[in-house]
């Protein structure tokens, strides 16, 4: 209850009683476990744990948040301390019991090679804590799924191969939303930023359908060409120039990329964090993500960047991998059946964002 209220008199007088009664009640485990982590010192703000009319908004950068300094230092110096995973947000999606958990450790940190062995016992930790608690399913968010840390969650199947609880790192749900974001009639793409395992099912799948996919990078060329396996690569080509006007991207496309783009280029995020927008002439799709459906409860907050009842794909697809009762592991370097994910994720009721959603120019 709001101190507020206290000071006001304006408490609900069965709000001590109802208190005491939570208290002697058993602690409720969740079905479906969301596993992240905090991504900048000031995004402690944007938790439920910090003000909720900034929850309540994409994640943004506050110019007021920098006179908090001392707080924001205290917290940071509080998670370090603390040290261990914490609840961020409880929901219900029909008879399933949701939770987001979230690791105290900033991006910065993975990005520091000697942070490795941390964030992978803290990683770890909560998944065999999710085992204890009888947990169907454990997603793998932003970070928590490299492929140099884990082997996009490989890491923990192969030291516990017993493990009940399905550690899903969501990139067959992440590459639907992808090859559904790009424009109806696309015939060219090009592909800047890491071939990694969501990357080149992309890039595969793209090729599949007929649709050319342009890199610039020898050495990426040569990684997806690898990925193709014993696929013929004969729509995957090398280009010397940026004229393309439909780009899949990651977090790590640089500003003088984006300055080489044709004006209207339409950047498609593949990773879970966002590009920095340079351009005011060029469109940027949302990270992939989809709506929620209108019966998941509690939703009183943003994922990070994302708007209003917006998810991750990668959350998202925890959820439907529960929905559907699928009882294996989706990590490493297997991959569900795309068509087969997206379509289940439909019918369970998520949706797809919409062009005045998901492109907006800076």
């Not at 490989?154 to 399905?166: D, S, W």
């Not at 992440?174 to 009639?185: C, E, F, R």
């Not at 090009?190 to 080149?200: D, E, F, I």
Request: proline fraction near 5%; include cysteine.
């Amino acid at each position: 209850m709001p101190i507020y209220d206290y000071i006001y008199g304006t408490v609900d007088k069965s709000s001590d009683t109802l208190y005491e009664y939570s208290l002697k009640r058993k602690e409720e485990f969740p079905d479906v476990v969301h596993l992240t982590h905090i991504t900048t010192p000031q995004s402690i703000y944007h938790l439920r744990l910090g003000f909720p009319y900034l929850a309540s908004s994409p994640e943004t950068s506050k110019w007021y948040l920098c006179l908090m300094w001392p707080i924001t230092l205290w917290t940071m110096m509080l998670t370090w301390i603390y040290g261990r995973t914490f609840v961020v947000e409880r929901h219900r999606f029909d008879k399933l019991r949701l939770q987001t958990w979230a690791i105290p450790k900033y991006n910065i940190q993975y990005f520091m090679q000697g942070q490795n062995q941390s964030i992978n016992h803290m990683i770890e930790e909560a998944i065999l804590e999710a085992e204890h608690k009888g947990v169907k399913v454990l997603s793998l968010g932003l970070l928590n799924q490299g492929e140099k840390l884990n082997r996009y969650g490989e890491l923990y199947v192969h030291r516990h191969p017993t493990l009940q609880t399905k550690v899903v790192d969501g990139s067959s749900l992440a590459v639907a939303v992808v090859l559904n974001s790009i424009p109806k009639g696309t015939t060219q793409v090009l592909l800047r930023g890491r071939p990694n395992k969501v990357a080149c099912a992309i890039a595969l799948a793209l090729s599949q359908r007929g649709t050319q996919v342009a890199t610039i990078l020898q050495d990426d060329y040569e990684k997806l060409k690898a990925s193709f396996g014993s696929e013929p690569p004969n729509n995957l080509v090398l280009l010397k120039n940026y004229t393309l006007k439909t780009w899949l991207v990651d977090d790590g496309l640089s500003e003088e990329e984006q300055k080489k783009a044709t004006e209207g280029t339409v950047f498609i995020p593949l990773s879970q964090l966002p590009p920095k927008k340079m351009r005011k002439d060029c469109f940027y799709h949302s990270t992939p993500a989809m709506v929620a459906p209108t019966s998941l409860e509690n939703v009183d907050s943003c994922e990070n960047w994302l708007p209003r009842r917006v998810m991750s794909a990668w959350r998202a697809a925890g959820i439907v991998h529960a929905l559907e009762g699928w009882n294996v592991h989706e990590c490493g370097y297997s991959m569900f059946n795309v068509d087969k994910v997206w379509e289940a994720a439909l019918q369970h009721g998520f949706k797809p964002l919409t062009a005045a959603t998901t492109i907006h120019s800076n």
